[in-house]
């Protein structure tokens, strides 16, 4: 089986994230988008998100659940939040499970997590 016949989308790219090289891999599958963003060589905290239909309610509703990892590190949850935000902005409400291994759980980390999916993502292919 070739690589363009490989039924997993996939997408990996490294960004510097406030002076730290940060590693980005996107694995689309049928049912769920898998996306590892790691400063530390392992998965850290995996956070499940799925998008929810609220009964009359415009805006879109998410559920984030810490599957594994850092349960009390709220800067972790607000990430995995932004960055499934981002995504249904664009029109991708896959639900995703995020891994995050990051070195420092700084709002500045975040933000600069944020972007870098937000720039380079795999539902804009």
């Not at 363009?4 to 049928?30: C, M, W």
């Not at 898998?34 to 995996?46: F, M, P, W, Y």
């Amino acid at each position: 089986m070739s690589a363009a016949e490989f039924p997993v989308r996939t997408k990996l790219f490294t960004r510097d994230v406030e002076g730290v090289p940060t590693d980005f891999s996107f694995s689309l599958y049928a049912d769920r988008l898998l996306l590892i963003v790691t400063q530390l060589g392992c998965a850290g905290t995996i956070i499940s998100t799925t998008s929810d239909s609220a009964f009359d309610s415009a805006a879109p509703t998410f559920s984030i659940t810490v599957l594994s990892g850092k349960r009390d590190e709220p800067l972790l949850t607000l990430c995995a939040r932004r960055i499934v935000e981002a995504a249904a902005s664009q029109g991708f409400t896959t639900p995703m499970l995020i891994c995050l291994g990051l070195k420092q759980h700084r709002l500045e980390v975040v933000k600069g997590v944020v972007a870098a999916v937000e720039q380079d993502n795999l539902w804009r292919q």
